[in-house]
């Protein structure tokens, strides 16, 4: 029996009993996700059910150090464009499991790819909201590690949006900053984690940079790939973002490509890029 299996033994949650599904689970990479109703409130809720096998997997890379679970990070956040997590634990199955809010909108991903009209003259606020909320996981001491447009999820109207998902959040601190830690997203992963370098908070900031430029575009900077064929892009020059947007706003320009430069001590903080951007109405002039 592992140590997290001991701290939750007899206060594990039964969670057929506890919550009824009511909509078909959704398959992550690392999880399912379910919209539900807990039974004790009544309140309709996210439901995460963490996979154990892919869970132990990521977890075996960090043995001997404290790595604090997905949930114990999850809840400690408090921020209008960040996911609220009620709850976490361990069920009588042994998995790990979130309770959240649930939030009944479009990933920025599915709007992206469908290029969506709800999108047009909202990107700066929704890039502004992006930005607050990942800031405040930085300042907080961590590093999201899987930021994308899938990790963004926008309300109906698509006047806001909420950060998701910290299954590959860890501290700022070493031994998890150290090299060898591959993970993340291959189309939005930064250099240095491809070659597997020293990392910091600037490898979310190149992954936000990338996100913002596709927002945007419509399009990454490199060309999609997948697997290893989706982490070349720290070697090619980005595409010309005003190719695909020739009225982008010079100033929301530049701090992208700032935020996608190869190198990371040469890209801004969120802060930063929301100073950049302050005073900005639109993401297109004329």
């Not at 790990?96 to 700066?124: A, T, Y």
């Not at 899938?150 to 909420?162: E, I």
Request: with cysteine; hydrophobic share 35%; net charge positive.
């Amino acid at each position: 029996m592992g140590l997290f299996d001991k701290l939750f033994k007899g206060s594990k949650t039964n969670l057929k009993t506890r919550f009824e599904l009511l909509r078909e689970a959704i398959s992550g990479t690392m999880s399912t996700f379910h919209m539900a109703r807990d039974r004790h409130t009544k309140q309709i809720v996210g439901l995460k059910i963490l996979d154990r096998e892919k869970t132990a997997q990521l977890e075996s890379r960090f043995v001997g150090v404290d790595k604090p679970k997905e949930g114990e990070i999850a809840v400690t956040f408090e921020h209008p464009h960040i996911v609220k997590t009620l709850e976490h634990g361990i069920s009588t199955d042994n998995q790990q499991f979130l309770v959240m809010e649930f939030l009944d909108g479009p990933g920025l991903n599915s709007l992206i790819v469908g290029r969506s009209e709800k999108l047009e003259g909202r990107r700066i606020e929704l890039l502004r909201q992006a930005a607050e909320a990942l800031a405040t996981v930085h300042r907080a001491g961590y590093i999201h590690r899987d930021v994308c447009p899938r990790n963004f999820v926008a309300n109906k109207d698509c006047a806001s949006l909420k950060l998701i998902d910290f299954g590959l959040t860890v501290p700022n601190n070493p031994p998890f900053t150290s090299p060898g830690n591959r993970t993340g997203t291959p189309n939005y992963m930064a250099p240095e984690v491809v070659r597997r370098r020293p990392t910091s908070t600037k490898l979310d900031v190149f992954a936000f940079g990338v996100t913002a430029f596709e927002l945007c575009a419509f399009e990454l900077p490199w060309p999609r790939g997948r697997g290893e064929a989706a982490m070349t892009h720290g070697s090619m020059e980005p595409a010309e973002l005003r190719k695909f947007c020739p009225k982008i706003d010079p100033r929301l320009e530049k701090v992208i490509y700032d935020c996608i430069d190869a190198d990371p001590d040469k890209r801004p903080s969120l802060d930063d890029f929301l100073k950049a951007i302050k005073g900005l109405k639109h993401e297109f002039t004329g």
